[in-house]
C-alpha cells in the first residue's frame, strides 16, 4: 500500500495502479473516456485530467492525465484544482463540438457515459457556431447498430474489438476530427464479441440492434441478475424486462467468470423468451386446458405409480430436483444422451477425485501456456476463447516488467512487446478461431489426438504411460511449454466424443501440474449430471419394456439427444407423455399433456457451470399466468418457496446442498428492505395498465428472492449474487460497474457470485490413465462424422432469436474436399437416417474425417462421432 | 578553411550536383567511420558526441550524445537495435535537411554509420519524406556506392561490424516526423504517437532499443569524430556545439539558407544575408524556426538564433528556418494558415488537439472572411492554453499553440480590427 | 489480382523489414504507382497478398494523404499551401490554377488530365509558392507562370 493525497488528505492506494483507477477505486467522481478498467490506458481522450504536485509546497502544479500517472507513494494531486477542473471542462466542450442533439432519440440515453460525464463536467452550453461533421453509418447486420455521428474518438472499440477480442474487420479510418469507425465497407461484425461495442462504446454509437426492436430505457426496465443459459461457462448477466417481454441482456460484473464481457451468443440469445413459438397455456391432447386441470392430470398419472422423469441440463437444479422427488430417484433419469453423460461422469470423476483444479476464467486469463485437446471453444464455450486471448499475452507482460512498463499502460506494453505471445497449443479435429493466436495447430481425429495427449504426458509420467510412434516436435514443444509455465492450463470438453482425450487431458494437467478445464455444452449440465438419475437409454428401455405409462420430460427435446429412429416409436409407445418446456418442439408436440414452462428470464433457480460453480439466476418478471417455473408445476403443496425446494435439495443431495449458498435466500434484506429490481427513475408504472384499469395494480409479490418488482427498496449496493443492474449516484452507464467493486476491476464488494462445487480430489497424485487408443484409421467409403460447433446455431435456445438464427448456417457436411465441390448437395447417411446436405469444403479436416453441423435441425439427436457415408446426388 | 567554417556545406558543390564518393572521400570523407572502426570503443564515440555539446537540429534540441548514452549495450541486449534517420521535414517553413541530403547524401550516410557504431545498431533506416524524390533518388544512389566500398553491409571494412541500412519513403503526414509516429509508420501503421514509457531507446521500432536523429544532426557526426568535440564547440557563439543551417523565407530580399556559427544573432541572419525586407515592406515579426514557434517581434531581433537565445523572447529556435511576416500581409490570415494546417495534420488521437485545432481553424477562418465574434480571441487563447506541452499527447497541438498564443499578443489589433470591421483589412 | 511485378516488388521492400506488415504502406505506394490509385479491387488484392484485413489496410490508406483511395487524374498537382507559400502569394497561384481547371481542391478534370490537391510545405520555402506536378518540383510560381506550366502536362 502507498499513501497518495487527494486534495491534501491522505489515502491508501495500490502503488501498482494509475492513479485514476485509484480515485475511482476510493469513490471519487473523476471523468474518463478512453480509459476502460479491462482495457488499460491510452492517454487519448484527455478527460481524467488532474492537478499534481511536486510535493507539499509546490503550489502551482501540473496538469496530468491521471489514467497514465502511476499512484507511487506520495503523489499529491488535486480534482477539485480549477485549473484541471476547466481543463475538463475544455475536453467535453471539444468532445461534444460535433455531438448530435440527439439525446431524446439515442438508445444510449439515460444510460449514456457521455452524457455523466457531460453533466459531472457541468457543461450546459454550445460554444461551437460551425456546421457539425456528419458521417455515413453502416449496416453492421443484426446485432450491432450504427450511428457514427455520435462518436467521440475515445478509440475504445477498436481496442477492444482489435486488440482484445482480436477481431479485424472493424477499425478507424481517416484522421483529425474525422476519424470514422467501423468496417471498410457495410456488413456483419465479424468478430463473436461485437455486442460488447455496445457496452464499450461510451456513447451511442454501437447500440444493441435488438432492444432497437422493443426499445426501451434503462431506467424503464425491471432487472434482474442472472445466469446466461446458452453455453456451460455461466456468465452473468443481467436481463431487463417491460410490458412482459425481455428487452435485452447486458454484461453482469463477475470478477471470476465473464468480467466485463460477454459473447454474442449470450447477450443476444435471449430472444427466444419472446418468440411466438413460446408454450403459453396448458395443453391437453392438444386443446387448451386450465391450470388445475393440467394439474390434476399430472397428480394422477403420477400417483398410477408408473411415471418415469427424463431431466434436463438446461432446466434447473430446483426444477431436475422437483422432477426427481416427484417420480422418486429411481425413476428419474439424466436427461443427456448416453455418450455424452458417461463423458460428463468421466470428467466429474477426474475433477472430484484427481489433484487437479478447474480454473475460474480470471485464472484462465491469466495462464501463461495452454494446451486445447480437442475443443473448438470459441464456438462451444466462446467466452473462454476471449479469456485465452489474454491469456497469450502473459509473455508481453514478462516484457513490460522487464522494461519497468506498468501492465496497465496498454499502449506501452503492446508496443513494446509487439505480437509477442506465450504459447497456446490448439490440438483439435479441426481449424478453430483462436489458431490465429497458436503457437502450434494439429489437426487429426480423436483417438490420434488422444494418442498426442498421451504422449505429452508421458515426458512427465513414465515411458509406458505414451502412444508411443508420435515421436514428433509439437510433444516436446508443449511439453517444455508447459514445463517452463508457472501457471498452465489443459483445456479439454466432450466435443470430440472421447473418453481417451479427456483422459489425456487429465494426465498432462496432472502430470504437470496445469489447472484442467474441461468445457460443457449446456448451462446446467454439471448440475445435471451431479443429480444423478440412471442413463436416458434405461428410461427408453424401461418404457419400450412397458414398465413406465407415464414419462415425464423436463424442458427437453428427446430429438436432440437420441436418434429420431429412437425416438419415435417410443414416444408412440409411452400411453402418457407430459412435457414441461417453454418453446414448442418436437417432443412437445407429441406430448398429451404440456405445461407452459417459465425460462430463465421469468423464473428463479440455480444452474452449475463448466467450472462447478453454482449460480442463481432470478427473474426478470412474473410470467404471464399460467406460464410458471418447472419446479412449480412438479412440486406438491410442500415447497411454496424456493427456498424450499433448495433446503429440500440440501438434504437429499448433500453435495449439492451447497447450491444453497449461490445467494442469500428470500429473507435476506438490506436495512429491512428488499433489492428493487427497477432503477429508482423508473416512470409510469401508474400509467402502465391505465388502458385497462386506471388503479394502480400492486407490483407483484416476490416469494422466492429478496429482490422487489418495483423501484421501492434499498438504496444500498446490494451484494454481488443480487445486483440487477448497476447504478451509482451520477453513474448511469455500465461504467457505474467502478462502484460495486473493492478495487475497480476487482471482486465485487461481498465477494463475487457463486460457490465452486467442485475442488481438487485428495487423490494421490501418481495414479493415470493408460487405456491409449489404437490410431484412427480411415475406412474405405465411409467418413468418421465429427461435430462441428457454431456459435450461432448450435444452441437450441438462441437459435429462436431472431438475429442468432439470421446468423446461423444452415445444416450442413464438412469435407475435406475429395472431389466433393463446394455448397453441392450430397446425401449423408448416418445413424440410419439420410440427410440431404449442402457441402462446406474444409480443406483442414483430417483424411477420413467429415464434418456435420452441429445441433442444426434435422442434423440432430446424432451421436457423434461416428461413421457415415456420404454421396452425391446426380 | 571555409570548409572547417562550414563543415556541413562547405564541400558541397557549386552546380548542384551532389558530392558523389570520390569526391566525398577525397574530401576527407569516411575517415571519421575509419577512426572509430580502428581505435574508439562505442561508449567513446557516444561520450565524443556529448563533449562537443552537439543538440538536435530536428527541432527540440536534446542532447544527441545524451540521447545515444541511454541505449543498453552488450550481448545481453535484444537484437537487433535500430538507428532511424528522420528525414520527414514537414515543418512549415523548413527546408534545411532537403539540402543535405541532395547534395551530400554520404555525409549523413557516414553520420549514421557511426551513430550506429556508438550504439551497437545494426539496421539503419531513413524516414524519407515522399516528395523528395531528388533526395531519394541520391541516397539510393549513395547507399548503393557506401555498400559497394563495404562502408555498410556485413564487416565493415574488416572490422567485424555490420550494419544494414534501408531508405524508406513515406506517404505523407506531418505526424510522420514526430519520433513516435514516425516508428508506427515504419512499422507499417497510423502514424498515431506513442506513449512513454516505453522509450524508443529501450523498446522502439519493433519492440527494439530505437534512436531516432534528425538529418542535420547526424551530418554534424562526422565532423566531430574527424576534428574533436572541442572544435565543434568553437564552431559556435554559444554554449551549443557546432555550426547550423539558417534559413529565411517570406519578403525578403534575398530568402535562402546558410550555414552560420551556433548562435548567430537574428538580426545578423535576416538583415546581412537575406539582405533585410524587400523594398517598401516593414517587419512586423517572424517564427523562428518553422510552423511551430512562437514569433517573435523586431524588439527581439538582437537575441541569438541558438537553443537558449529566443527564450528570452519566449520562442525557440525550432528547426532555425524563420518565416517573415511584413506589414503587407495579414498576421490574422497567416495564423489562419498555420491552424489550417495544424488542424489537417492532426491525427485524430487526443481530444484537445483533434478537436481543438479544428475549431480554431474554423474560428480564424471565420475571422478571416469578416465572420468573427465577440469572445473569439478569447476563446482561442484559452484553446491555445489549452495544448500547453503535457496536456495533449504529443508536441503537435503545443507546436500550433505557439505561433496562435503569440500572434494573439503581438498582433492583437489585427485580430480585433477583423472583427470589428468585419472584413480583412489587406483584403 | 496483383500483378507479378507487383509482387515482386512488395516482396522485394519486405525484406528490409523484420514483421511482414511493417511492408503495408511501401506496397500501397507500389500498388498505387502500378495503378494510379488504390482502388477497393487493390485493397482487397492487398489485403490477400499480406495476409492483413480489409480493414486494417484501408485504417492505414485512409490515414496518409499520398495514398489515393479515390481514382485521380493522369497528373497529380500538389500546390503547397503551407505558410511560407502562403505568404508568398499562393492564394493568387491557386485561384489561377482554380480557373485554369475548373476545379478546386480534391477535384479532378473532367477530362481525367489534373487532379489538384493541396499539400504541406515541400521544403522550398527560399523558392515560393511552390508546387509538385507528378513529383516534379515547380518554384518561384506565379499567376502568369501556370498557364505554361501545365501545358507540359497532357
Ligand atoms: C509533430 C512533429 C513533427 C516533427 N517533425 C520532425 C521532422 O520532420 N524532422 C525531424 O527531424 N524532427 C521532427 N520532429 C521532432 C522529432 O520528434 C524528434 O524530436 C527528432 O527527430 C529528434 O531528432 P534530434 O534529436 O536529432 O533533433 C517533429 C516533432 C513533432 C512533434
Ligand atoms: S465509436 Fe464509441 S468507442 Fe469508438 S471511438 Fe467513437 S465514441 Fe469511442
Ligand atoms: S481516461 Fe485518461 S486520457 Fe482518457
Redesign the pocket.
Known sequence: MATVYIDNKPYPVNPQENLLHQCLSLGFNLPY??WHPALGSVGACRQCAVKHFKDEHDTQGKIVMACVTAAVDGTRISIDDPEAASFRAGVIEGLMLNHPHDCPVCDEGGECH?QDMTVMTGLAHRRYRFEKRTFRNQDLGPLVNHE?N?????????RFYRDYAGGKDLN?FSLHDT?F?GRERDGVLESEFAGN?VE????G??TDKTLKQHYTRKWDQLFAPSVCVHCGTGCNTSVGERYGTVRRTVNRYNHEVNGYFLCDRGRFGYEFVNSERRIREPRLRGEPAAPETAIEHLRRAVAHGGAVGIGSPRASLESNFALRSLVGAGRFFCGIADGEASLIRLMLDILRTKPVRVPTLQEIELSDAVLVLGEDVANTAPRIALSLRQSVRQSSFDIANKLKIPLWLDNGVRDAAQDRRSPLFVLATQATRIDEIATETFRAAPDDLARVGFEIGKSVIGPDSGAGGIGCDLVNEISTALKNAKRPLVISGSSCGSAAVIQAAANIAQAYGAALYYTLPECNTIGAALMGGGSLTSAFDLIRNGYADTLIVLENDLYRRAPRAEVDPLLEKVPHLIVLDSLVNDTSAKAELLLPAATFAESDGTFVSSEGRAQRFFQAFVPGDPIRESWRWLTDESWTRLDDVLAALAREIPELGRARDAAPSAAFRMAGAKIPRAPHRYSGRTAMLANITVSEPKPPDDPDSPLSFSMEGTEDKPPGPLIPFFWSPGWNSIQATNFYQKEVAGPLRGGDPGVRLIEPGQSNGKSYFSEIPEPFSPRQGEWLMIPINHIFGSDELSLSAPAIAELAPGPYVAIGSNGFAHESEVSVTIADETFRLPVRIRPELPAGIAGLSYGIPPVVGIRLPQFGKIEKIS | MLAIEKPLTGNMRGDGSPVDIDAYEAGGGYQALRKILHGMEPKQVTQEIKSANLRGRGGAGFSTGTKWSFVPLGPDVPNPTYLVCNADEMEPGTFKDRLLMERDPHQLIEGMIVACYAIEGDVAYIFLRNEYRLCAERISRALAEAYDRNYLGKNILGSGFNLEMRLHISAGRYMCGEESGLLNALEGKRANPRLKPPYPTTAGLFGKPTVVNNVETLCCVPHIINHGAEWFRALSHSDDGGTKLYGVSGKVKRPGLWELPMGTPVREILEDHAGGMRDGLKLRGLVPGGASTEFITDADLDLPMDFKGLAKAGSRMGTGTMIVLDDNTCPVGMTWNLMQFFARESCGWCTPCWSGLGWAERLLAAMEDGNGEQGDIEKLEQLAKWWSPGNTFCALAPGAAEPLQSALKHFRDDFERHIREGHCPHH | MLTAEEIGEIEHEAKNYPVRSAVTIDALQIVQRHRGWVSDEAIQDLANHLGVSKADLDSVASFYNLIYRHRVGRHVIHLCDSVSCWVMGYRQVREELEKQLGIDFGGTTADSRFTFLPVVCLGCCDHAPAMLIDGDLHTDLSPGSIANTLERYL
Open positions: 473516456f478512453c457521455l457514427m455520435r462518436c467521440i474518438q475515445c478509440y475504445r472499440c477498436v478507424s476519424v469507425f461495442l464499450v462504446c461510451p456513447t454509437v454501437f
